[in-house]
């Protein structure tokens, strides 16, 4: 009877928790409910609350659902529900603001002289960006195309193993099997090597077209009397005059027609990229 009495409990608390808060959004000052609503200050229009029709009761259950009710039936009539309790979170105090005093009067920026530049379109025409690309991708390409053999050598492995099963003792089979895990392990360490070391030349490569490039900027803006250089995809309107890319792309293939890239293979060091291996170069090959 107890177990009855708690599972009604607990459908007329969750049918009451699901009503639509409607009524609670009509006037933000206050809600009572079950009450008598105060009437609107002088001035306001008078809140209107729509009432909400009564919830549907539930269908009277079987003795067998209701037996297996879940233990919310039994949770505290007490507690607050999910919202109120987020409401009831009290705010941590914070120390107050501490009043900065004005700095002193520092000299003024000059007027700015914007240019703009289209960093993508000067990558995509540079003759040294071209050449990492070709390169890097046959590196990669070659990675891929060894790893699709040796995962079709693995299959072709397992076939042949298990068309011996047949043939061979528990141990043999563990044996072969062992084997096979081996060599798959082996090969996808290999693998994951020589893709990060691709990954490296090409990080050693492009970082020195980026140093150059950073240095071309600096140098078509200085002789424009540019002192400000915006990205074009950040600019909606401009004019011709302002835009130095085709300058920058053309100092940029003048100064660096192609790049250093490390041998296939090969980590990236100061002797295989021909450095001296030296403390001051050495860092410079890995930007």
Same mark, same amino acid.
């Given at each position: 009877m107890t177990r009855l009495f708690l599972a009604a409990a607990a459908l007329a608390a969750g049918s009451l928790l699901q009503l639509p808060p409607a009524a609670a959004q009509q006037s933000p000052d206050w809600f009572v409910p079950s009450q008598a609503q105060p009437r609107a200050?002088?001035?306001?229009?008078?809140?209107?609350?729509?009432?909400h029709p009564a919830p549907r009761q539930a269908p009277r259950a079987a003795p067998a659902p209701v037996e297996a009710a879940s233990p919310p039936a039994a949770a505290s009539p007490d507690a607050a529900p999910p919202d109120e309790q987020a409401q009831q979170t009290p705010n941590l105090p914070l120390p107050p603001v501490p009043d900065l005093p004005a700095?002193?009067?520092?000299?003024?920026?000059?007027?700015? =002289?914007?240019?703009?530049?289209?960093? +993508?379109?000067?990558?995509?025409?540079? %003759? !040294? &960006?071209?050449?990492?690309?070709?390169?890097?991708g046959e590196r990669r390409d070659k990675l891929n195309q060894d790893a699709q053999k040796e995962q079709g050598a693995w299959r072709d492995l397992q076939q042949?193993?298990?068309?011996?099963?047949?043939?061979?003792?528990?141990?043999?089979?563990?044996?072969?099997?062992?084997?096979?895990?081996?060599?798959?392990?082996n090969a996808q360490r290999s693998f994951r090597d020589r893709n990060r070391i691709i990954q490296d030349a090409a990080q050693v490569a492009l970082g020195q077209i980026e140093r150059e490039l950073i240095a071309v900027i600096r140098q078509v803006a200085e002789s424009r009397g540019m002192n400000l250089v915006l990205h074009r995809a950040q600019v909606a309107l401009n004019i011709n005059e302002f835009d130095?890319?085709?300058?920058?792309?053309?100092?940029?293939?003048? =100064?660096l027609?192609?790049?250093?890239? +490390?041998?296939?293979?090969?980590?990236? %060091? !100061? &002797?295989?990229?021909?450095?001296?291996?030296?403390?001051?170069s050495a860092p410079a090959a890995h930007r």
């Open positions: 200050a002088p001035g306001r229009p008078e809140p209107r609350v729509v009432p700095l002193p009067k520092g000299a003024a920026p000059p007027a700015a =002289v914007i240019g703009v530049l289209g960093v +993508p379109e000067v990558m995509r025409a540079s %003759t !040294a &960006a071209q050449q990492v690309q070709k390169v890097i042949q193993l298990a068309n011996q099963r047949s043939s061979l003792s528990a141990e043999q089979i563990r044996g072969k099997e062992r084997d096979l895990q081996e060599r798959i392990t130095i890319t085709d300058q920058v792309t053309q100092q940029l293939n003048k =100064v027609p192609s790049v250093t890239i +490390p041998p296939d293979g090969q980590e990236p %060091t !100061a &002797a295989n990229m021909g450095l001296a291996a030296s403390p001051a």
